[in-house]
């Protein structure tokens, strides 16, 4: 169960850095330009965390108790695959949804 | 005092805006409903979407919490996903930045995907534009999608304690960010740093506090960077000769 006073800790604070993001180079640094390295890594950010976070929530899935799951597996492929041939999110996540439901439908 | 709006940019942004409609209502519907059945109220729900505006980063957020994982690791992962924002803010400066302080501010706040990608292809197709002509364009792409996001994020949370655990909504957020990554996996240093953080992930489960996503954030980070270079290096070699 989701603590009350530390969700609300954490939605100020992503809120706060959010727009701190957002405002960085808009408010506060103006016209100056970023060193190359710092925008370099910049570029790889979302691709680094968010392969990471997804990972074990595949293959390792809370709702069957941790126990890596056939229907969720394959659902998890087919996902990725859309996204990345089709570059359109919501095909891809149809694509998935069917994928998951007619694998737990067939394989139980 | 110097107006900024310029109708028929405005119009345009919104025309150009309209069909990310269909983007928004969906994941923010999502947002609502996963939100309600991890234990938040319709209020925290639409706070939450209201203040930071970030699907995937409020995502990260609601499943690190899940978890139970410290505070400062949420706040940490889930502002590391918006990382990207940094980004945008930094391209917008040479075009938005002469604006009075307040606006660049207002600026800032409405900085999502949508209007970042449209912007910076308008205001690079259109290289003559004024200042209130890219201003009014940036807030007419706006107009049709954030409405929409609060409202989704709103009708998402009313209705994600009706629905029944059949649905297998537990897996609704890896496939909404498998959707996300799928797309980004433009070029092999992309591709690279995503496979080092989906091993150092699992290699690194083990840690507490899910240290483990912090190390495979870091290591996708180098890696993508570093291949970038390597890859630059090579092209650069193979025109040489």
Known sequence: MIDKSDLWIIIFAMGIGSFGLRFLFLGLVGDRAMPEWVLRHLRYTAVAVLPGLVAPLVLWPAATNGQPDPARLMAALVTLAVGYFTKNVLAAIFSGAGTLFLGLYFLG | ?241
């Open chain 2, 1 to 241: 005092m110097t107006s900024y709006y310029d109708r028929s940019s405005y119009l345009r942004g919104v025309r150009d805006g309209l069909p990310f409609i269909l983007v928004v209502s969906p994941f923010a519907l999502l947002f609502g409903v996963v939100a309600t059945e991890a234990g938040l109220t319709v209020f925290e729900t639409l706070t939450f979407s209201a203040v930071v505006i970030a699907g995937a980063a409020q995502f990260t957020a609601l499943q690190l919490m899940n978890d139970n994982a410290p505070t400062l690791v949420v706040i940490l992962s889930a502002l590391a996903v918006n990382l990207r924002m940094a980004m945008y803010s930094a391209s917008l400066t040479p075009h938005l930045g002469p604006l009075p302080f307040w606006r660049r501010a207002f600026v800032a706040y409405t900085l999502v995907d949508q209007s970042y990608a449209l912007s910076t292809l308008e205001f690079e197709k259109r290289p003559d534009m004024t200042l209130a002509e890219k201003t009014s364009y940036f807030f007419g792409v706006i107009t049709p999608v954030l409405p929409n996001w609060y409202l989704w994020s709103l009708v998402g949370a009313m209705v994600g304690q009706s629905i029944p655990p059949a649905l297998a909504l537990d897996f609704a957020v890896p496939i909404t960010f498998l959707a996300m990554i799928g797309p980004m996996l433009r070029t092999g240093a992309h591709v690279a740093a995503a496979f080092v953080s989906v091993a150092c992930a699992i290699g690194f489960a083990f840690l507490p506090w899910n240290l483990g996503l912090m190390v495979a954030g870091i290591a996708g980070m180098v890696t993508g960077a570093q291949v970038e270079l390597w890859m630059v290096r090579h092209a650069a070699k193979g025109d040489a000769q």
